[in-house]
């Protein structure tokens, strides 16, 4: 990853030049953590707008029936003893990765609330909608030296829609996936189904089948610095239990990783993974990941709950750490990035945003497939009038 450094020097940054009556936007946005390291920016408390549920058919459902609740084993018992390999690959039915459904689910959420969004009318016409997922890929990209990715976005209405595109090397990656790293990623969903109960108070059921196609999202509204967000992601659980029964403050994040014996692997795991999970859950306010430590053979046997708030702390004295401010500067200036450099309103047109580690992010125009991802079916639905336009006055952020 030596590249980094050297490639930098190389990379010709194109920014607006003030002297110039029309500014062209940037042709290109760098990603270098000492270029964002400012006061952390503005960013709106999250609040939830709405939820919705994928089916273990993947089917969608405007209500709450897929979400979980908090059940952790009780703290006075003999402590976790979880196999997370049992019922692989039997009782696993994973979704089909071949499907890419883009931002469909939200946009189908998205039309259904429309005519009664708060913020007051038009503020949806200033705002971007994508999934936290990808927001979440754009805070840790300063630290990132493995994996690129491609955002696709098109302007409808007003609106900034991002969508992420698999990247070649990702998708080669997925179809080479090695059997171990298949049975890991049924590992983390086996732990949800040991900590969860499908009743607030109920008991986990781990004799059951672990089906990925089911999901619970919530639908959040935010701000960062002068960008309303709309977002939706995908929630594990929520603690009937917490302080605050609230969304997004009542909700859990689990995690699995494995056990570790020496400071090094803490070190390490404190400067790699607790940024991805800070990233997640701080975007959409979820206040607490618990973590599930597996030994070699794949059982659990102690867990750690996170306050995502306190994650800094791990690596706020650490030369080789990440910076929340940093991922969040940089967010804030490739969603300001993106907002000058789509200027065309047209469903139909597509700026896909690209990166690798080493590089800045560039840019491409296309038109139609294979890019384009808003649906006819959403278009047309939206070109409709509104079913009831709000007439009352909403409060200002
Ligand atoms: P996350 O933060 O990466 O887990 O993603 P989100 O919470 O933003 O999830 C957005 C939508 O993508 C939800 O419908 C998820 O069920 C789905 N999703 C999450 N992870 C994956 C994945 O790895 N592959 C695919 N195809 N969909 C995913
Ligand atoms: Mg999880």
């Not at 650490?318 to 401010?325: C, K």
């Not at 200036?333 to 945003?353: C, E, M, N, Y």
């Amino acid at each position: 990853m030596e590249r980094r450094g050297t490639k930098r020097g190389a990379e010709k940054t194109e920014v607006a030049d003030p002297r110039n009556k029309f500014p062209s936007p940037a042709l290109s946005l760098p990603t270098d953590p000492t270029l964002y390291s400012g006061p952390f920016p503005f960013y709106r408390r999250p609040s939830q707008l709405g939820c919705f549920s994928l089916d273990a058919q993947r089917q969608y459902h405007g209500d709450a029936r897929a979400l979980r609740y908090y059940s952790p084993p009780p703290t006075n018992g003999p402590g976790p003893d979880f196999d997370l390999r049992d019922g692989y690959p039997d009782r696993y039915q994973p979704r089909d990765e071949e499907i890419h459904e883009g931002l469909d689910h939200l946009l189908r959420w998205l039309l259904e609330h429309r005519g009664k969004l708060e913020g007051g009318p038009g503020w949806l016409a200033g705002a971007i909608v994508t999934w936290r997922g990808h927001l979440t890929k754009l805070l840790t990209t300063p630290y990132e030296r493995q994996e690129g990715w491609q955002l696709a976005a098109s302007r409808f209405q007003g609106t900034l829609y991002l969508s992420e595109v698999e990247t070649p090397a990702a998708r080669a990656q997925r179809l080479a996936r090695p059997p171990l790293l298949r049975e890991l990623m049924y590992m983390g969903y086996k732990f949800e189904q040991y900590m969860c109960a499908d009743k607030p108070g109920g008991s986990p059921d781990p004799s059951g089948e672990v089906n990925t196609n089911v999901a619970f999202c919530s639908v959040l509204r935010s701000r960062l610095g002068n960008h309303p967000l709309l977002f939706s992601g995908e929630v594990d659980c929520m603690d009937p239990q917490a302080s605050s029964t609230q969304p997004p403050a009542c909700y859990v994040e689990l995690k699995t990783s494995k056990e570790m014996h020496s400071l090094g692997q803490w070190r390490s795991f404190y400067r790699h993974k607790l940024l991805k999970w800070w990233a997640q859950s701080f975007l959409p306010g979820v206040p607490n990941v618990v973590a599930g430590f597996r030994n070699p053979e794949g059982v659990v046997c102690s867990l750690k709950t996170f306050p995502t708030m306190e994650m800094f702390e791990y690596v706020r004295n650490d030369r080789d750490g990440w910076n929340p401010s940093v991922c969040m500067n940089f967010c804030a200036a490739f969603l300001g990035f993106a907002q000058s450099t789509v200027i065309q309103d047209d469903p139909r047109l597509v700026h896909l945003f690209s990166w690798e580690p080493g590089g800045a992010v560039t840019v491409s125009v296309h038109q139609d497939a294979p890019y384009a991802f808003l649906p006819t079916w959403y278009v047309e639905a939206m070109t409709q009038d509104l079913p009831s336009p709000p007439k009352t006055p909403s409060p200002k952020d």
